[in-house]
């Protein structure tokens, strides 16, 4: 059973970046799917971004597309999800996440089997 473990959250003014790491135990991490998703207070968590096992194709949300980018090193077992040019907006809880499936519907949380603890950014004005 997989274990993901966020890192690199934390309280940037609008128009920085911040690289967040998600790293994986106790699973075949090159198997597996990974995306991100978020949650700000009182709303739905939301698709950011997945990318595939080989780090070959990925996909984004259209909010974050052009800001974001994500990849992978499967030597290290670890996912990355560089954020550039942060907005306000972009502040909330982060999660990393493993589809060891390939389900198409790969923008809904219920793709994923397994999830990371979360990490806080914080974008302010």
């Known amino acids: 059973q997989a274990q993901l473990v966020e890192s690199g959250g934390g309280l940037v003014q609008a128009g920085e970046s911040l690289r967040l790491s998600c790293v994986a135990s106790g699973g075949t991490f090159r198997s597996n799917h990974m995306g991100w998703f978020r949650q700000a207070p009182g709303k739905e968590r939301e698709f950011v971004a997945r990318?595939?096992?080989?780090?070959?194709?990925?996909y984004y949300a259209d909010s974050v597309k052009g800001r974001f980018l994500i990849s992978r090193d499967n030597a290290k077992n670890t996912v990355y999800l560089q954020m550039n040019s942060l907005k306000p907006e972009d502040t909330a809880v982060y999660y990393c996440?493993?589809?060891?499936?390939?389900?198409?519907?790969?923008?809904?949380?219920?793709?994923?089997?397994?999830w990371g603890q979360g990490t806080q950014v914080t974008v302010s004005t």
């Open positions: 996440a493993a589809d060891p499936y390939y389900r198409s519907n790969y923008y809904s949380p219920v793709a994923y089997n397994y």
């Open positions: 990318i595939s096992t080989s780090g070959g194709a990925t």
